[in-house]
């Protein structure tokens, strides 16, 4: 059973903190590995992929990969109240497969 | 910017009736996958589907559920005699290219109510 684990939170960081958001999974064949966001209610939205080890930027979101600790994480700089959302880490194994997705990370920004 | 036009946003039904999701995928990809996400739970692989074959499947997706791209344009659903257990957040997505980089754009989903 492949697996995608993150803690469900939730994670409550003041307004203008950096927030970090982990995300493990189990099967070491995987070779793509995406953040959603998903708002109450509503549908995954990308924010970020990732598919080398180190570190990817895009503007206050950076994600880490390292393959040998099968990890991966999303850290979101400067938080904004309107970060406050879950979020989904997501793994794929193949070629045109399915996205295996963790339980989510509910993010609370406070003012 | 493209996106994944999924219809109805609601859809209630008696259990036992049959149901079909609709999905319009970005124009120009080729793989399409249904999930489902019931409330409070995960975000859960249904099927993917490409050049008019299911290409993957889970076991949630027994013989009750059925897809179907009827035109080049719609991506279907169907589920067939609901059960209470079936009501759930079925989203849509779609990618342009089937590699192990492919992004899936996902749609706004279709909220199942079983009665």
């Known amino acids: 059973q492949k697996e995608v684990e993150q803690n469900s939170g939730p994670l409550s960081v003041p307004e203008g903190a950096i927030a970090s958001l982990n995300c493990t999974y189990s099967?070491?064949?995987?070779?793509?590995f995406f953040w959603y966001r998903q708002y109450s209610g509503k549908s995954p939205e990308l924010i970020m992929s990732i598919y080398s080890n180190g570190d990817k930027e895009d503007g206050r979101f950076t994600a880490q990969l390292n393959k040998a600790s099968q990890y991966v994480s999303l850290l979101i700089r400067d938080s904004q109240p309107s970060d406050s959302a879950t979020y989904l880490c997501?793994?794929?194994?193949?070629?045109?497969?399915?996205?295996?997705f963790g339980t989510g990370t509910r993010l609370q920004v406070t003012l | 910017e493209p996106e994944v036009t999924q219809t109805p946003s609601h859809q209630v039904t008696q259990m036992g009736q049959e149901v079909i999701l609709r999905c319009v995928p970005i124009s120009n990809h080729l793989y399409f996958y249904w999930y489902r996400q019931i409330l409070g739970q995960k975000v859960e692989f249904l099927v993917s589907?490409?050049?008019?074959?299911?290409?993957?499947k889970s076991e949630i997706f027994d013989d009750q559920f059925s897809v179907e791209r009827p035109d080049g344009s719609n991506f279907t659903l169907k589920i067939r005699s609901t059960k209470l257990e079936d009501s759930a957040m079925y989203f849509c997505?779609?990618?342009?290219?089937?590699?192990?980089?492919?992004?899936?754009?996902f749609g706004a989903g279709t909220r199942l109510s079983v009665l």
């Open positions: 997505a779609s990618s342009e290219i089937g590699t192990a980089k492919n992004i899936q754009y």
């Open positions: 099967d070491r064949g995987s070779q793509s």
């Open positions: 589907f490409y050049n008019n074959e299911i290409s993957e």
């Open positions: 997501a793994v794929n194994t193949g070629t045109a497969s399915k996205l295996t």
